[in-house]
Nanobody, 123 residues
Framework: QEQLVESGGGLVQAGDSLRLSCAAS????????MAWFCQAPGKEREIVAA????????YYANSVKGRFTISRDNAKNTVYLQMNSLKPEDTAVYFC????????????????WGQGTQVTVHS
């Protein structure tokens, strides 16, 4: 059974850093686009960053450009999100997801989802 498991969330102060990890199992996701989405209370789920297989093409939401970095290790079937200079508005549940669609930014096109990890940033 395919499974994505996130880890690395927590409670931090503004300006701190966190590194989220997403460990995939049950199948090889090396040919999938992998992404991180976030969802704050009362808001819709939105994309944070995505990375393709192969050359590792990346996409970032404007709100995180220059602060967050997405990367993947296909040998370990793991995707990472390095989050620097965190802001209170980054507070949300962060989800890892996978899709066969190339560089999709639409959550409806992602077939596999993790359970989410909470990131809380205090000012």
């Amino acid at each position: 059974q395919e499974q994505l498991v996130e880890s690395g969330g927590g409670l931090v102060q503004a300006g701190d850093s966190l590194r989220l990890s997403c460990a995939a199992s049950g199948r090889t996701f090396s040919s999938y686009t992998m992404a991180w989405f976030c969802q704050a209370p009362g808001k819709e789920r939105e994309i944070v960053a995505a990375i393709s297989w192969g050359l590792g093409t990346t996409y970032y939401a404007n709100s995180v450009k220059g602060r967050f970095t997405i990367s993947r290790d296909n040998a370990k079937n793991t995707v990472y999100l390095q989050m620097n200079s965190l802001k209170p508005e980054d507070t949300a549940v962060y989800f890892c997801a996978a899709t066969e669609e190339f560089m999709s930014t639409t959550h409806e096109e992602y077939e596999y989802w993790g359970q989410g990890t909470q990131v809380t940033v205090h000012s």
